[in-house]
């Protein structure tokens, strides 16, 4: 069985098989089906038996080395829920930033600040209720948070009419200079406009239209 788990996987065992394996660490030189078996049976899953109480496994069999070994996997499992956080989306490219903008609207909202890391992966879509004009005014409260985040680069999103494109391109230009002694990038700036329905109706990279 060490051999199939080495080649094939864990998979390829059947939960008895695995508990089996198991047991075999807990109790050496002993045949362990039967145990494994009497185990499943009794709790009605290898879920039910790693869930069960180390006074539990005790009673129904085990001896204390056992009973304890098997508690290891539902310990395991909760730590590596608890250290796994949300999968951050990478906006490495267009396509990758329109997808994003187009499953995350946020209507009636004028500015939108995208922190990224030395990856491209999104840290924080943070909405700015309030936006100074002109935008370099932003400075210190977008330093101070890509600071926080530990960010390398930023993506601007605006909402408001295409025909503002030329005035609010001149303020990221702005922002870019002022954040560049920082070392904070500014990949993009996007223009972006809502339907009726709030769903994303256009959208428009500055640096596409060479505004940057």
Partial sequence: MRRRVLEHGAASLADYELLEMLLFCGIPRRDTKPVAKK??????????VFQASC???MESGLNQRSA???EFPQLGAKSLAASTGPVMPVLGDWQALVAYLEQHCQPGVFCRLLYLDNRNRLLEDRALVKTPQPLAGLLRQVAGQALVLQATALIVVLCAPRGTAVGLAQGVRGLTLALKPLSLIIHDAVLVDYDPKDRLAWLMSFSQENLL
């Fill in 39 to 48: 185990l499943l049976q009794k709790f009605g899953s290898l879920a039910g």
């Fill in 68 to 70: 304890e070994l098997l």
């Fill in 55 to 57: 006074r539990e496994l």
